[in-house]
């Protein structure tokens, strides 16, 4: 007989029961009286015998409600787990192993918060053998928390360091880096890969603190689907979390993703600070739905479990829409920063609260966030095979949004004079020195979605206010092209639609559109490099 442990096993496509656990860096130890949660234990007969024993080596375990004599593992400070490893046929070098074992027998008996995951989870278990012997095989799984820490060139972690016992640079460090490049990458083909050298660098990330801190710490996080907080504060209300934790459930219902009637509900400019809005949540929900949503919000892991299940479409993973409300944030960051100077009592509130540890959130740092939101869209369109038409008209209202907001909406002077105009007006910057310096703010990536044709209005409004508030030459000339080639297409169409590139303009006109701009399909015939490992899901992207 010869038996894998997965052998007979039976799983279900997804069960609570078998998700990764979350597990806390500091350790704690679990109070005696702790009932376990599976079942009522009585154990007022077993209380006078706890008089003669050390309370500090004595845990209960929630799971069972057994007690437990630890005194005799080894601690941190004794030799006697590297003795022990060495009498045992352990395939762990004893110098790798961790000697505090009682440390790490109260954490995992400690008591479990309402919505945590227990620390470890049976995943399957099975009879297997191996050399003329038979044996049990029980799969088990754990999240080891780690620190991973990035300091300046003058700290104690000018080197990344992750707590890990693994060979540096470990794997931890990849993974980060790959997060944190996927939000902050520049104009990169990634039809191109990374080249990553030996210490587990890659481009883009040489310094990696500077980097974070350029971005700002509470944007990445909220890339990141994370919060900003030490291991105490784990547990506090995230609002962010609560909001994505809604459109999960609304994107489970069906109704979490962008429809064609939303497309153009951005016809002004809105005030940075009201970020996405979900409508109104039902006033009474079911007990499921309230305990999913708690999950959600509280659980990591059961919340990238869910966060994983959604298409790519729906609002907490659509990455225009994201990118879209980066900006958002970005502009916000600004306008607080712009009024910090003003208001004296303003800044010494964000300065109380570390807000300027980072840096100064002005013209300058704004610019950089959303030209990198706006490149990181044009190369979105130009992923091959090309976007589907539901993409591209979640990239046009992103553009045409964010276009808005700097013409619109930002184009005086965000701060007294003492600096260049281009330094203190984010339309000067972007739009009139952009263009001198041969950048088409917008309007390039633009000309890439000529099919969304209903855009066309606020395409001619935007010129007018462009034309009378001043800008290159070269920049009107391609915002006019933009703006008679959307014309063009909707006259053929007979309405303001928009049209799927399939159904195509006529061979008439040698299929251009007028001004000499047609909608851009990226070529699937181009070269690229095939990945032996990995794989991007169509249109994924938490960005």
């Given at each position: 007989m010869h038996l894998t442990p997965t052998t007979?096993?039976?799983?279900?496509?997804?069960?609570?029961?078998?998700?990764?656990?979350?597990?806390?860096?500091q350790a704690?130890?679990?109070?005696?009286?702790?009932?376990?949660?599976?079942?009522?234990?009585?154990?007022?007969?077993?209380e006078s015998e706890l008089d003669d024993l050390d309370a500090d080596n004595i845990v209960r375990s929630p799971f069972t409600g057994l007690m437990y004599d630890i005194s005799q593992l080894p601690t941190g400070d004794s030799a006697q787990g590297a003795v022990d490893s060495q009498q045992t046929h352990s395939r762990v070098d004893p110098g790798d192993q961790d000697r505090d074992i009682q440390g790490r027998v109260r954490e995992l008996f400690r008591k479990l918060g309402s919505h945590e995951s227990p620390p470890i989870n049976l995943q399957f278990c099975g009879l297997g053998e191996e050399d003329g012997g038979e044996f049990y095989a029980f799969?088990?799984?754990?999240?080891?928390?780690?620190?991973?820490r990035i300091g300046t060139p003058t700290s104690r972690w000018s080197e990344p360091h992750c707590s890990c016992r693994n060979r540096k640079p470990c794997q931890h460090l990849i993974w980060l880096y790959d997060a944190i490049s996927g939000l902050s990458l520049d104009n990169h083909d990634d039809s191109r890969p990374l080249v990553v050298n030996r210490a587990g660098g890659i481009p883009g990330m040489e310094d990696p603190f500077s980097t974070i801190a350029d971005f700002r710490l509470d944007l990445l996080t909220k890339g990141l689907h994370c919060g900003v907080g030490s291991s105490y504060e784990y547990g506090n209300r995230d609002w962010f979390r609560e909001m994505e934790a809604d459109e999960i459930l609304l994107a489970l219902e069906g109704s979490g993703s962008e429809d064609d009637s939303d497309l153009d509900h951005h016809h002004s400019y809105p005030n940075p600070s009201k970020r996405r809005r979900l409508e109104a949540p039902p006033q009474r929900r079911s007990r499921l739905e309230r305990t999913v949503r708690e999950l959600l919000v509280q659980n990591n892991e059961v919340f990238?479990?869910?966060?994983?299940?959604l298409s790519p479409r729906d609002k907490v993973r659509n990455l225009y829409s994201r990118l879209q409300d980066r900006v958002d944030a970005v502009l916000l960051e600004l306008k607080r920063y712009s009024e910090s100077l003003a208001d004296p009592s303003l800044a010494s509130d964000l300065a109380s609260t570390g807000a300027d540890r980072e840096g100064r959130c002005d013209v300058a740092w704004a610019s950089r966030h959303i030209l990198r939101a706006v490149s990181q869209i044009g190369s979105e369109l130009l992923r091959a095979p090309g976007p589907g038409p539901?993409?591209?008209?979640?990239?046009?209202?992103?553009?045409?949004?964010?276009?808005e907001a700097v013409v619109l909406g930002y184009d005086g002077d965000m701060y007294p004079s003492g600096a260049s105009p281009r330094d203190r007006n984010l339309y000067r910057r972007l739009v009139e020195a952009g263009g001198h310096a041969g950048g088409l703010f917008v309007v390039e990536q633009l000309g890439h979605v000529l099919d969304q044709t209903q855009h066309a209005d606020r395409i001619e409004a935007i010129k007018k206010r462009v034309r009378a508030r001043g800008a290159p030459a070269a920049y009107l000339d391609r915002l006019e092209e933009v703006a008679a080639g959307m014309r063009s297409i909707q006259s053929r169409q007979g309405s303001a639609v928009?049209?799927?590139p399939s159904v195509s303009s006529s061979a008439d006109d040698g299929g251009e559109s007028a001004g000499g701009l047609q909608p851009v399909v990226a070529d699937?015939?181009?070269p690229s490099v095939q990945a032996t490992a990995g794989l991007k899901r169509t249109w994924e992207g938490d960005y």
């Open positions: 007979n096993l039976i799983q279900t496509p997804f069960s609570l029961a078998v998700m990764p656990p979350t597990t806390r860096s704690h130890r679990l109070d005696t009286t702790v009932a376990p949660a599976t079942e009522y234990h009585d154990h007022s007969d077993t799969q088990l799984r754990e999240i080891i928390p780690l620190s991973i990238s479990v869910f966060l994983n299940m539901r993409e591209r008209a979640d990239a046009a209202r992103a553009l045409m949004h964010i276009l928009p049209y799927s699937s015939a181009a």
